[in-house]
């Protein structure tokens, strides 16, 4: 089992650039779910989902999309990627829907110059 | 939404001492409440969590209270070892449990 795995580890974006990091898990997880993590502000949720084909917003969604077509893969793009979005990504799945244990991809370290 | 506040935001303690961090929540919905370890560079780990029907949990070293009434949660780190240094986050369950609100951390650091 390689649990849950992320792509890439490091990013540097200009402004205005696309990108799409990757997430996929090998535990057969309904629950997957994206977090940034910034100096001083803990980690904050971006999207989720509960199952293929279903997502829903964190607490700040805004910049980010997110789609879920199989149980095993949940990429999070950034459209059009600012400095704000400078941060640390996590992606997490869970067998029960967020009330159990989160296990977290390695992380995937994103600069917007 | 749901808030979560978590201090002290740094905790420095000698080998072999207790250590507490406490966590207060704004949800009286919010019904799991999970603690998370990073190391430095690593991703979190789950090291205990509890649920709002049971008042405390322990495991070995580590235990976990849960004040519903006052909504407030706290970890207690007993006989603290260098290993134990590391960011501590709390966070609490809401929306069904599909949104997990974290606390900002709290800096732990065991000094020999």
């Known amino acids: 089992n390689a649990g849950v795995t992320q792509t890439p580890k490091f990013q540097v974006l200009k402004t205005g650039q696309s990108m799409t990091l990757q997430c996929a898990q090998d535990?057969?997880?309904?629950?997957m779910s994206w977090y940034r993590q910034d100096p001083g502000m803990g980690l904050r949720l971006i999207h989720y989902?509960?199952?293929?084909?279903?997502?829903d917003q964190g607490e700040v969604p805004n910049g980010y999309n997110v789609s879920r077509s199989t149980t095993e893969d949940f990429p999070l793009r950034l459209l059009s990627a600012a400095p704000s979005q400078t941060s640390v990504y996590f992606c997490?799945?869970?067998?029960?829907?967020?009330?159990?244990?989160?296990?977290f991809g390695e992380g995937s370290r994103l600069t917007v110059l | 939404g749901e808030n979560v506040e978590q201090h002290p935001s740094t905790l420095s303690v000698q080998e072999g001492d207790s250590a507490v961090i406490k966590c207060t929540y704004s949800?009286?919905?919010?019904?799991?409440f999970p603690w998370y370890k990073q190391e430095l560079g690593k991703r979190p780990q789950l090291i205990i969590d509890?649920?709002?029907?049971?008042g405390e949990k322990k495991d070995q070293r580590i235990a976990v209270t849960l004040n519903k009434t006052a909504k407030h949660f706290s970890l207690h780190i007993t006989e603290t070892q260098p290993e134990d240094s590391a960011v501590y986050f709390c966070?609490?369950?809401?929306?069904?449990?599909?949104?997990?609100?974290f606390g900002t951390g709290t800096q732990l650091k065991v000094e020999l």
């Open positions: 966070a609490a369950a809401t929306g069904g449990g599909n949104k997990l609100t």
């Open positions: 997490a799945s869970s067998f029960l829907q967020g009330i159990g244990e989160l296990f």
């Open positions: 509890i649920r709002s029907n049971v």
């Open positions: 989902s509960v199952g293929a084909g279903i997502t």
């Open positions: 949800d009286s919905a919010s019904n799991y």
């Open positions: 535990m057969n997880h309904e629950y």
